[in-house]
């Protein structure tokens, strides 16, 4: 649901955008200016406007920053908000480059929409060949490119908002449009812009004393052309980026105003509740309706051949209705595999890749030599099972079909992604669907699939009339697109001094990023990764920090395991491997530092230590566990992260400690089972969450180690608690945990 | 809302054919009843009076105002969206919807939304209002204004 012209006048409220909202903003901007890709006469990027520029209004689509009449910085975020804080820190990005008033600065979401910004586009001002990411330089073309693709793509996931887009697109923006105020009034005043200064949204001459504020030139700006190359801030001179200012998102989020994807409001609106088959790749081939044909406010029961659904006038209805359906399921490949049947599948086709098989991913020096010269051998092979995302907002979608179009609502991680699922879904060509994106009440990897929205628009398409389909809990835990199980085996040497000399490891499953199960920053002569695909029963799909997620437990696991063979603590050890690499070794020291490594602790109490360098941020963390008890008490957890530099360190901060109750709660507890093909799980009494009783007290220290170069914030944090706390568990108890969750083992 | 309503129970089955198709349709429909029964209802008795014709362009009004629907909502206390909520906009003063930041220009306008305004300003917002952010929705024909004006009135009454 659109909801945005409050962004407009009362500060700390974030817009939400239709296009067609968005258009009327460019008619009402009179005296503004707007920077973007729409431009004018004579501007280097100028042949962009027939490309974009529909009808007269459309010219100002683009924009991503924009000052209007009464000195308010709007800046445009082609980001989804899903709790990470990301329309924040993108702003702070942009409107510190530009000295504008940070107290005067309003926040847009960008409307998705492919004709706006394009891969033709971006395509146009590259050679194909050329990757995105290969452009550091700080131009507003290569600003542009990135905003592009953020747009165009629109996807927010991978830690990658504020790494990418804020660097080079936010941060150029902005800068551009300090230069463009800075000439016009030059130009005015009749002075050397060298001599001209900003600051909150004004701009100064020291020698004459004239002072006034960025709107004063909005217009003269505007005529300006875009610099070619805009300077950015060095460090030093930062003074919005950097500093915790507060979430544009929180106080709709406080005071219940913020509209997510679940609370969209349509007239005319109905509920539909919905049941997959429960076992993938199954269909339904006959359901007995017949109660629920009597039931209050029940409008349609649908027989969609994968699911079913009851169409009512209130969800309750829908459900109720729904659970008294009584269908029978075409039978599948599927229907006998078990949770045991996978890991047996696992290790069959581990066994038959053996020390040579399976596909190579990297390989550095000479494994087979290092294995011969080591003094020690270590072996060990860990499993993590399935993991459902369990969103605290459900997934739903809000879709209408009618007279050749659609109308769609939800919250989704891709936008534009969704948008054309919907037009598929639809049967109608992209342009004939509007797709109103909300927050997202959790994302995680889930709300980059579509499935929702597909199977919204077919039951509206259906009815005629508009549709809000929501998922229960059940559906929502049964129906994930889960985080792979997997098992990952390994064989490392170590050479009579307790180094190591081979690392050698052979997993199933790989998907993103593709760096997860390398160790590049460990200093270990020979080093052979390979994997094999097997087959898994459930769809997966990527979940906080993705194979990051598995990868980190078992690497770590693994470090562990060597330090232990090699008469080492985790700490001495990682030192060594780390030696030569500076950066990493003050995020490793920082947290053992502060975690007091080495001094006395309770009995029955043990410090671990993980380090994972990933999404360009490098992270350690000391977790502190009590095991007094009958299972595993978090006591305490040190982190110490360094992205290159924290834009807004409360924010990240958050996330590092978000990361560790999300990850902690899969440690501790996630596991989603099969039998006979079908999910067992169903709601939080059987995939419980973390209690605000088990929640350790977190300490984080940041580090900036290299401005030119961001790392992510919303997935780094993950993947070193589930090895942090095993390891400790280690130290306490002498107990190796080789298999997640922790509620499979007993520590009795 | 557990009254069970007195409509027919139409039960339609649609077989579709097997089909490669991406997103395919139902395998089985049961329509138990159409939607809006009861808000239809209110309507109806509200213009029985009217006689049909009355009917049929409250009918004609309700569609038409799914284009005004993609920006306006018109239940009451329902969200604004790019358009503030409608409920009750017939006889309301302009720029009276809570939590919606209209134009300075709508604010400034002192215009009462009578049936006669809201015909001149859905036939063309910017030229009754200049600098209304109210920049798509316009109706030219004046039999379709007619009708979505009738339909604001009962649809939306206080």
Known sequence: MSKNNTATDKPGKTGKWTRRAFIGAGVVAGSALVVGVAVRQGNPIDRLSPLLAKGENERLLNAWVKVDADNIVTAVIPHVEMGQGVYTALAQMLADEMDADWNKVRILEAPADMQYVSDSIARDFLAPDLDVPAIFEPTVTG?????????????????????????????????????????????????????????????????SGKSEPFSKFALAAAEQSLPAKP???SPENYTIMGQPKARHDIPAKVDGSAVFGIDAQVPGMKYAAVRAAPVVGATIESMDASAAKTMPGVLQILNMGDFVAVVADGYWQA????????????????????????????????????DDGGDMETETGDVAKGFASAAIKVEAEYKV?????????????????????????????APVNARQAAADAAGLPFEDVTYHNAYLGGGFGRRSESDNIT??????????????????????????????S?????????????????????????????????????????????????????????????????????????????????????????????????????????????????????EKHGRGIAFVPSFGSIVAQVAEVDMSGAKPKVKKVYVAADPGFVINPDGFTAQMESAIAYGLTAALYGEITLKDGKVQQS??????????????????????????????????????????????????TGKRIRELPLSKHSFA | MTTVRTFACLTVFLLAGCSADAAPGPVEQIIVREPGAAPVATAATAVAADGGSASALLAEGKAAFANCAACHTIEKGATNGAGPNLFGIVGKAAGAVTGFAYSDALKASGIIWTATNLDSYLADPAAKIPGTT???GAIAEPAKREAVITYLESATAN
């Not at chain 1, 996807?155 to 016009?184: D, P």
């Not at chain 1, 190591?500 to 760096?515: C, G």
């Open chain 1, 143 to 207: 600003g542009i490119l990135e905003l592009a693709q953020a747009m165009g793509l629109q996807f927010t996931g991978g830690s990658y908002s504020v790494r990418a887009t804020g660097q080079r697109a936010m941060r150029t923006a902005g800068a551009a449009a300090r230069e463009m105020l800075v000439a016009a009034a030059a130009s005015e005043w009749q002075v050397p812009a060298g001599e001209i200064t900003t600051a909150n949204s004004m701009i100064l001459h020291a020698g």
């Open chain 1, 486 to 602: 997997a098992t990952s085996r390994f064989r490392g040497g170590l050479d009579k001094d307790g180094k190591a000399v081979s690392w050698d490891n052979i997993h199933t499953h790989l998907f993103d990023p593709k760096d997860a199960p390398t160790v590049p920053y460990y200093n270990i002569a020979s080093h052979k990764i390979r994997k094999v695909d097997v087959p898994t029963q459930l769809r997966f799909g990527p979940w906080r920090s993705v194979d990051h997620s598995q990868h980190g437990f078992f690497i770590e696991s693994f470090v562990d395991e060597m330090a232990d063979a090699a008469g080492k603590d985790g700490y001495t050890f990682r030192r060594e491997l780390l030696a030569g690499s500076p950066r990493h070794l003050k995020v490793l020291d920082t947290a053992a530092k502060m975690s007091g490594w080495g001094s006395a602790l309770p």
């Open chain 1, 319 to 354: 459900q109720q209705a729904l659970n008294s359906i009584d269908a029978k399921y075409s039978k599948s490949e599927g229907d006998s595999l078990d949770q045991d049947a996978l890991f047996a599948r696992y290790a069959t086709h581990l066994d038959e890749a053996g």
């Open chain 1, 385 to 413: 099972p399935f993991l459902a995302h369990a969103t605290m907002e459900p997934m739903n979608c809000t879709a209408w079909v009618r007279d050749g179009k659609c109308d769609v609502w939800s919250g989704h991680q």
């Open chain 1, 683 to 732: 709601n939080f009494h059987d995939y419980p969450m973390l209690r605000i009783n088990e929640m350790p007290e977190v300490e984080v220290a940041l580090i900036n180690g290299d401005h030119k170069h961001l790392g992510g914030g919303g997935e780094p944090g993950l993947p070193p608690i589930a090895p942090a706390v095993t390891n400790a568990i280690f130290a306490a």
């Open chain 1, 231 to 233: 300077t950015l801030k």
């Open chain 2, 134 to 136: 109210m920049v798509a």
């Open chain 1, 455 to 484: 199977m919204a628009t077919r039951i509206a398409k259906a009815t005629g009339y508009p549709v809000k389909m929501i998922w229960s809990r059940e559906e929502d835990t049964a129906q994930d697109h889960y985080r792979p």
